[in-house]
Nanobody, 122 residues
């Protein structure tokens, strides 16, 4: 499956952004979709994941502020980010896997989007 992320940008602390990730070339509904982020000089970290049926998981750092969702009819996964903080600044990547049990491990995701940059100013 090919993934194309979009929606990043510059926002002030406390603001909101909505990221989108459009999938093509595969059976979207068969994939667990995830969002990861990578700040400069740091590792790629898990943010959120969602099953085809809508079951979700979040990193503690974003729980209560971010919401992952998907529209299987549109082959798209979203990440609604509210109450953004400067420490949320990173490149955000969407990814696909078929294994829910390893949803927090970047190495187990076989398909990746190109990344979209989110910058939160203080």
């Amino acid at each position: 499956v090919q993934l194309q992320a979009s929606g990043g940008g510059l926002v002030q602390a406390g603001g909101s952004l909505r990221l989108s990730c459009a999938a093509s070339g595969g059976t979207f509904s068969s994939y667990v979709m995830g969002w990861f982020r990578q700040a400069p000089g740091k590792e790629r970290d898990f943010v959120a994941a969602i099953t085809s049926g809508g079951f979700t998981d979040y990193a503690d750092s974003v729980k209560g502020r971010f919401t992952i969702s998907r529209d299987n009819a549109k082959n798209t996964v979203y990440l609604q980010m509210n109450s953004l903080k400067p420490e949320d600044t990173a490149a955000y990547y969407c990814a696909a896997t078929t294994n829910w049990r390893s949803r927090r491990r970047a190495a187990d995701f076989g398909s990746w989007g190109q990344g979209t940059l989110v910058t939160v100013s203080s």
